[in-house]
């Protein structure tokens, strides 16, 4: 388990609150790591207060300087010691029940690539719940290699995917998948990339069981939604399919949006830089 951290002290203290109840009696199969992107606020007091009660089951680093959000989610990735990395976000409450649910799907397979959880949509942190699950399936769905189920996600909604603290990869093929695109470290979307790629070179399973509650218009790249949809996520969908994963259907993805006027009006420059994409995802095999 490795938690990626910026100046939510309060929050984040409450999460290895919720992290350390549910993992209970189960500390023999995980361990914690938080990775502090360099906070100004109580962060590091929270951590060393856990440090203390946790002991060697905790490992914190704190950043130098601020990595960014998907350089500091990456330096999880390859610090982390388990053979599965699931990385949860300091503001996604986490089920009591959810280390079991992750422990026993890896049980289950366990060179599993890519394991994927559901979860309940609120409206920002206090709000009502706007989703009580966003998969409506009544049974894990599963595949080996994992790209039918990635597909089957992304053809549902391909934004639920997204979220972090629903992602658990298999350590190695998560440091593999930064390894061979780094310049994706500059990509919003980056863990699509990395969750897709785990899913191509082994198997996928998403769980059924709601696992976290995921507060809406709470993400720190808010403002630049329409570049992450409109650049970011093709971007990801293109180097996806350069690799193997369902090539026609990836194109389908990008090929979707090249109408948005609205990201052409309000980022005009993200748009000029999105044309190289769009243009390389015409040759993509049909």
């Not at 093709?234 to 180097?239: A, G």
């Amino acid at each position: 388990m490795a938690i990626p951290t910026y100046n939510r002290a309060e929050r984040l203290d409450a999460q290895i609150a919720r992290v350390v109840d549910s993992a209970r009696d189960q500390w023999d199969h995980c361990q914690l790591l938080i990775s502090d992107n360099s906070s100004t606020d109580d962060t590091p007091a929270v951590c060393q207060k856990w440090q203390n009660e946790l002991s060697d089951r905790l490992q914190v680093y704190r950043q130098p300087a601020n990595l960014g959000l998907i350089g500091n989610l990456c330096f999880c990735f390859q610090q982390s010691s388990g053979t599965h990395t699931w990385t949860i976000s300091d503001d996604d409450p986490i089920e009591p029940s959810a280390v079991s649910t992750v422990l026993e799907s890896l049980q289950l397979d366990r060179q599993l690539g890519f394991l994927h959880l559901n979860y309940r949509t609120t409206n920002n942190y206090d709000g009502a719940v706007t989703n009580e699950a966003v998969y409506p399936w009544q049974q894990d769905v599963f595949s080996s290699p994992g790209d039918m189920t990635f597909v089957k996600c992304l053809e549902y909604n391909e934004v639920f995917i997204s979220c972090i603290t629903a992602c658990c990869m298999r350590t190695d093929l998560a440091q593999q998948a930064i390894a061979a695109w780094p310049a994706g470290m500059r990509n919003i979307a980056f863990p699509v990339f990395i969750s897709g790629f785990g899913a191509l070179h082994a198997a996928m399973r998403l769980s059924v069981s709601v696992s976290l509650t995921y507060p809406l218009h709470t993400m720190s790249h808010l403002n630049r939604w329409l570049v992450t949809l409109y650049h970011d996520l093709p971007e990801v969908y293109l180097q996806l399919a350069r690799f193997g994963l369902n090539p026609p259907f990836m194109r389908s993805l990008i090929l979707q949006r090249v109408g948005m006027l609205s990201f052409i009006h309000h980022f005009p420059m993200d748009f000029l830089k999105s044309l190289r994409t769009y243009r390389d995802a015409r040759q993509l095999a049909r």
